[in-house]
């Protein structure tokens, strides 16, 4: 089974990173789709399904955290489990995320093995769910 | 927040970063730039906070080149100006976490989006804290200002 995943982050050389990460990963990866904001991310979710969403949170028009809350609030998408892949790393933040339903949360810098194996343990969980 | 702290934050951020995300070693870190010539890519952007600043990084035009073929995967001569820029802002914005979170690690900063600079611009004034690195073969300036950006 190949994964789908959607990459939000408003960085397009970021985007690029985290998708040659995952090409790297040896994780059966199937659609890599992409988003500059919270915005566009909603309407790739509502055009397509994915299995795992990777955002940032400092982004601009919406943000990662507004992203989070709109996804627990929506009966669709709050399934689909997120990580939040960000350069904020104060332990209030995390927590803060991590208490609005994100599953996993990355700091940037992060070794490319780091982001494969929370992926993994993310899709693993999920996998166990259904 | 002593300088010292902020110098040392700027070494070990920008060792982690480099190594980690850009696959690129320090070779050695000094006084920030004591002569430089060449064209030269700069990014800044202010962050937001207790305490608020600036914060840039300039690499010389062709080191920028390497670090975004480095990070992108991609060969260093089909790497385009705009993804060098977006690159080396991407550095700036995740160098800029980096070094915040080690100051201050209960303290939550606002970033702004890194912006590309005038080549050069970020290293012909004096700054609160600055480090210069020399990595394989070329330099990287990393440069905090305290204090609401103008």
């Known amino acids: ?130 | 927040m002593p300088t010292t702290d902020l110098d040392r934050a700027l070494f070990d951020s920008a060792e982690e970063v480099l190594e980690n995300m850009f696959f690129t070693g320090i070779a050695a870190g000094g006084p920030p730039c004591p002569g430089i010539v060449g064209p030269w890519i700069s990014a800044r952007l202010s962050f937001r906070g207790n305490p608020s600043g600036t914060f840039g990084v300039s690499v010389p035009l062709e080191t920028g080149r390497k670090i975004a073929a480095s990070f992108l995967g991609m060969d260093a001569d089909a790497v385009t100006e705009p993804q060098t820029g977006e690159v080396i802002c991407e550095l700036a914005n995740m160098l800029c976490g980096s070094v915040l979170s080690r100051v201050e690690k209960e303290v939550r900063f606002d970033l702004s989006h890194p912006e590309l600079e005038t080549p050069g611009g970020g290293c012909a004034v004096e700054h609160t804290a600055g480090r210069q690195f020399v990595l394989e073969d070329a330099q990287l300036v990393v440069w905090l200002d305290l204090g609401l950006a103008p």
């Open chain 1, 1 to 130: 089974m190949a994964y789908n995943v959607l990459i939000v982050d408003d960085s397009p050389a970021m985007r690029s990173f985290v998708r040659r990460v995952l090409d790297l990963s040896g994780l059966a990866i199937g659609r890599c789709l992409e988003a500059g904001n919270g915005l566009e991310a909603l309407d790739r979710l509502r055009e397509e399904w994915v299995d795992v969403v990777l955002t940032d949170l400092n982004m601009p028009a919406m943000d990662g955290e507004s992203l989070v809350r709109r996804m627990g609030a929506d009966d669709c998408l709050r399934s689909i489990p997120l990580l939040v892949v960000s350069t904020d790393r104060t332990e209030g933040r995390v927590r803060q995320m991590l208490e609005l339903g994100a599953r996993g949360y990355v700091t940037k810098p992060f070794l490319p093995e780091t982001l494969r194996e929370e992926i993994e343990r993310v899709l693993g969980a999920a996998d166990a769910n259904h």
